[in-house]
């Protein structure tokens, strides 16, 4: 337990923001920014849909430029839905 103090203490030294929600009855609830928490989830499920396609999550490309090419496909294929 004392590590996880000592962890989070040294998060907040370097200004790092709670972004996960917590458990509704934690006893001494942390602040969460609520704007980050939505841009976090929407960042989330996008990986998540990116995921279904097979090649992307096998990572069945040879090449870093064939790769990136598949993502951008992919990409375009989930914001044209």
Known sequence: MRRLR???ADLNERGAKIVISQHPRRAKPIPLD???YKWR?????????L???K???MRACKTDQSFEAM???AAAVINSQ
């Open 51 to 53: 995921k279904e396609f």
């Open 34 to 36: 609520v704007e980050m």
């Open 6 to 8: 000592r962890s989070v």
């Open 55 to 57: 090649r992307i999550a």
């Open 71 to 73: 993502i951008y496909l």
């Open 41 to 49: 989830h929407l960042i989330e499920n996008f990986f998540c849909k």
